[in-house]
């Protein structure tokens, strides 16, 4: 009579535990890394409304795409929906699982205007979660430039909580293809880390009304692992900066060849410096270039420079202000 007693209590843990959360990304609502990390969130007994863009939207940081009709014009990603098909919609068999043809950002609000009232009793949202996404996203440079960020801090703007993830698996998969239960497949080491962390979370929340500083979000990047790097299949967590050594953003390069431009990273001074927070603290990208380490860094919506700041620059146009 053990085993059915201890299942019972494990089953009523979950449900004390269960947490409301809206899942998004940046590489589409097929990408296995989203994918497995519904099953497994899910699997820890969390209510989870994974609401994604029908199509690729990587790059489009905060900008904000609404539908111009309630049909697709082109097909989705990896052609799961075609054109002719609704502009929005969710899986025949789930409808926890949504596609919007839009950007990060306004999945957020597509799920908290459309879906959540709709289909979901207006249920409240405890934690948005973004990504894991396919590729790295470190470092101020990026903040505004990547969707997996642009869903994160649209979703703190209104007051929710959110975690951006993102792994260096960046093989942009398709769910149908890649989605299984390989311990080595980096989605699900991914997936697998994505609990443990949200979990840590709502364990340390207790009491408060919210899981996180109500202007604050947290960046996390993890590194290659599994089949990537056999070596590394628990990477441990490191408190990061977003600033500092090796920070890049986007930049081009002219071909003067084909006569063309390509994207290129690149790093400059002024992404070193540490104006913020605890300036003893590697930069992600540090520590990414490391064995085995998850950068976890900290950031803010709240974009007012610090008062020193502010007071130095102001110093430099008070003559023309006019208060």
């Known amino acids: 009579m053990l085993f059915p007693y201890l299942t019972l209590m494990i089953t009523l843990a979950q449900v004390i535990c269960a947490k409301n959360i809206l899942l998004t990304n940046d590489d589409s609502w097929v990408s296995t890394n989203i994918r497995a990390t519904y099953r497994?969130?899910?699997?820890?007994?969390?209510n989870?409304?994974?609401?994604?863009?029908?199509?690729?939207?990587?790059?489009?940081?905060g900008k904000f795409d609404i539908p111009k009709g309630n049909v697709l014009q082109t097909n989705g990603e990896f052609d799961y929906v075609k054109a002719g098909e609704p502009a929005w919609g969710h899986e025949v068999d789930d409808q926890n699982v949504w596609y919007f043809n839009g950007t990060p950002a306004s999945c957020v609000a597509f799920a908290l205007k459309y879906v959540l009232p709709k289909f979901f009793n207006n249920m409240t949202i405890d934690l948005v979660v973004s990504g894991p996404n396919e590729g790295t996203n470190m470092g101020q440079g990026f903040y505004t430039g990547l969707g997996t960020m642009g869903a994160t801090y649209n979703s703190i703007y209104r007051g929710i909580p959110g975690v951006a993830f993102s792994g260096s698996n960046s093989n942009n998969s398709f769910f149908k293809d890649s989605l299984n239960t390989d311990p080595m497949n980096p989605s699900n080491i991914y997936a697998s880390k994505v609990v443990e962390f949200v979990a840590q979370i709502f364990k340390s929340q207790g009491e408060n009304p919210n899981a996180l500083p109500i202007t604050s979000g947290i960046n996390v990047n993890f590194p290659p692992v599994g089949n990537q790097d056999t070596t590394c299949t628990d990477p441990e967590w490191v408190l990061t900066r977003m600033s500092g050594e090796l920070s890049a953003?986007?930049?081009m390069a002219y071909n003067?060849?084909?006569n063309t431009f390509v994207w290129s990273p690149a790093s400059y001074k002024a992404l070193t410096v540490c104006e913020n927070g605890d300036c003893s603290l590697p930069s992600a990208n540090e520590v990414l270039t490391q064995n085995c380490r998850t950068a976890v860094s900290v950031f803010s919506i709240d974009y007012d420079a610090k008062l020193e700041l502010a007071n130095e620059v102001k110093a430099l146009v008070q003559p023309i202000l006019s208060i």
């Open 40 to 46: 497994e969130l899910t699997l820890a007994g969390h």
């Open 48 to 61: 989870v409304v994974l609401v994604a863009p029908v199509s690729q939207r990587s790059g489009y940081g």
């Open 249 to 251: 953003t986007f930049d």
């Open 256 to 258: 003067e060849t084909s």
